[in-house]
């Protein structure tokens, strides 16, 4: 059965995060947030009535997990096969990381079915 | 001494988030990514020039804690009267939180000693 939500939501964005690297609360909140902003980015200048309709509609994103690195590869490989807009972080190591570390990928905003085919799996953070 | 950085950033975006909700850290990156998309539209559409500086120098976010409500309330007024680009946010209420409950306070990009001049006593998340 799993969760129901109250709305439906005909777009979101889907930011998934490394659960093996132990960012703190803080940490994992900044990287979400550059993934949010560069996929939006993204969105806005390939798909802008993808993204001018999820703004509309509040903008809905959702965080969830990747086991590590490999994962979040195969996860970017297959958005970017269903040229969905997305954008990989790597932190640029100034406190918890070493450089070039990958932390996060966004994914949409996009129609929500296409963005389940690369993320519907994965568990919630 | 605190932490020192090694690079120098001339733009910054603070996101402040309460630390009274409890919210999970996957709840607390969603909504702080709310946030820093809206200021960071805020900022796009009148400090063009503060936008593109702070993406170009690699869009550098912080984030950290208020105690509740009333503190976002008196940061937000200060964010104003500086006429510093910012975003409350209030949540849909749909998972964790009640309809309405403001969960975070984004502010700039913006030069960072201006930005420091409303969240530069706050502690790190």
Same sequence: chains 1, 2.
Avoid: N
Avoid at 3 to 17: L, P, T
Avoid at 74 to 103: F, H, I, N, R
């Amino acid at each position: 059965m799993g969760c129901r939500e109250g709305r439906e939501f005909r777009y979101k964005q889907v930011i998934v995060a490394r659960e093996d690297l132990g960012m703190s609360p803080g940490k994992l909140a900044a990287q979400v947030a550059h993934g949010s902003l560069g996929a939006a980015e993204a969105a806005r200048k390939k798909h802008k009535e993808w993204f001018d309709a999820w703004i509309k509609e509040g903008g809905k994103k959702v965080v969830v997990r990747a086991s590590g690195e490999p994962e979040l590869m195969e996860l970017q490989a297959k958005a970017k096969e269903l040229k969905l807009p997305c954008e990989l972080v790597k932190d640029s190591g100034l406190t918890e990381l070493l450089p070039g570390t990958s932390t996060v990928l966004a994914v949409g905003p996009a129609p929500s079915e296409l963005v389940d085919k690369v993320t519907g799996e994965l568990l919630l953070w």
